[in-house]
């Protein structure tokens, strides 16, 4: 059974710092693209950030470009991602996402098959 528990969620300030940490269990980690998507009240869940599964290839979405970065433990079977410069924009519900497919610029939610329960980020100005 493919598992994914997010953590690290919870209330940042804007122009700080929150890293949010996924942890999978269930099927051959390396070999999973596992991307970062987020949904914010009343807003369809957008992708934020994907990374390929061994290669480590990454991708981003232009809001969160230059202040978020996704990185990958294989050794741990965790994704992480450290979310910097923090916006009033950027609170959301923010999920992890895996599937064997390729990462691509537009990430979409149909090309993931297995979500985590997601956990919530709360940025205050």
């Known amino acids: 059974e493919v598992r994914l528990v997010e953590s690290g969620g919870g209330l940042g300030q804007a122009g700080g710092s929150l890293k949010l940490s996924c942890q999978a269990s269930g099927f051959t980690f390396d070999d999973y693209a596992i991307a970062w998507f987020r949904q914010a009240p009343g807003k369809e869940r957008e992708g934020v950030a994907c990374i390929s599964n061994s290669a480590g290839t990454t991708y981003y979405d232009d809001s969160v470009k230059g202040r978020f970065t996704i990185s990958r433990d294989n050794a741990q079977n965790t994704v992480y991602l450290q979310m910097n410069s923090l916006k009033s924009e950027d609170t959301a519900v923010y999920y992890c996402?895996?599937?064997?497919?390729?990462?691509?610029?537009?990430?979409?939610?149909?090309?993931?098959?297995?979500w985590g329960q997601g956990t919530q980020v709360t940025v205050s100005s």
């Open positions: 996402a895996a599937d064997y497919v390729r990462c691509k610029a537009t990430m979409r939610v149909a090309d993931f098959g297995s």
